[in-house]
């Protein structure tokens, strides 16, 4: 990593756990006397002698988990920090970072329709038994699927496929932003990992300016996977699923691997 880099992401290991939202928040509440949050301000930019208060709060429904003002005593100015927190685990290290039903990521990214008919299969919003029975599918493509419920993408045709993949290979970018970064006034700044490990009693952590969080989680080609979702980078799309057979099992979702940014 360059020292370029080094400027807008750090990482440490600090003794107890702090792996959760609330945590995060009280510790910039107590930045004059936490070792961490005084380390999280600098890495930000911030000189913290010439910093008057912090205060910090927990949000819900926004890509921000914890929403700081920095109030800069000298300029007498507040700025703003916006932070997603991410937990990692070394076993289950998975995150969902975005779901939603397919209509609204129809309307965030104008999503042709040939490309929503087929996110709609692949998410079983359109049941394999509905297209049987337009006869938009034959009996036998119904028996070889490995789920009656939907169409993994791996199931679709070649010209279905393609298009899917040439429409997110356009959008990449975009579609990185919007899952990871977010719109509007409550947009992230800052992903902030931690993971907790129980037996040493402390917590690892990295900070990564959210322009670096998403150039890493970016990397990598948009591919169909062997299970049949879409990767997109270092993050996978697919169907969301469970929820006891509610409808809701037919959103979208998309997963990260937060581990990533130790690396």
């Known amino acids: 990593m360059s020292e370029k880099d080094l400027v807008r992401i750090g990482s440490e290991t600090a003794k ?40 910090a709060v927990k949000l819900h429904g926004y890509k921000t988990d914890v929403h700081v003002k920095i109030f800069v005593s000298l300029s007498k100015t507040i700025s ?16 969902q970072i975005d779901k939603r039903r397919v209509d609204k990521y129809i309307a965030m990214w104008k999503i042709p329709n040939k490309i929503s008919t087929s996110l709609k299969i692949f998410s079983g919003e359109i049941s394999p038994k509905e297209l049987l029975s337009k006869r938009m599918i034959t009996q036998e493509k119904y028996n070889s699927l490995k789920d009656k419920r939907r169409f993994f993408l791996n199931e679709f045709g070649n010209r279905a496929k393609a298009d899917l993949l040439n429409f997110f290979i356009e959008n990449k970018m975009l579609i990185v932003s919007d899952i990871i970064k977010g719109n509007g006034a409550f947009a992230a700044d800052w992903m902030l990992v931690t993971k907790y490990n129980m037996e040493r009693d402390e917590t690892s952590w990295v900070l990564a300016d959210i322009n670096e969080a998403m150039n890493v989680f970016s990397q990598g080609e948009v591919t169909i996977s062997p299970r049949g979702s879409l990767h997109i980078g270092q993050i996978t799309m697919q169907r969301k699923g469970g929820d006891g057979g509610r409808d809701t099992a037919n959103m979208l979702q998309f997963k990260i691997s937060p581990c990533e940014l130790f690396k």
């Open 16 to 55: 107890g756990g702090f792996a959760n939202e609330d945590a995060i928040k009280d510790k910039f509440n107590s930045w004059k006397k936490d070792k961490e949050a005084q380390k999280w301000l600098v890495i930000m930019g911030y000189n913290l002698k010439k910093i008057k208060d912090v205060k």
């Open 80 to 95: 703003i920090q916006n932070l997603s927190v991410k937990k990692a685990n070394d076993d289950a290290d998975y995150n």
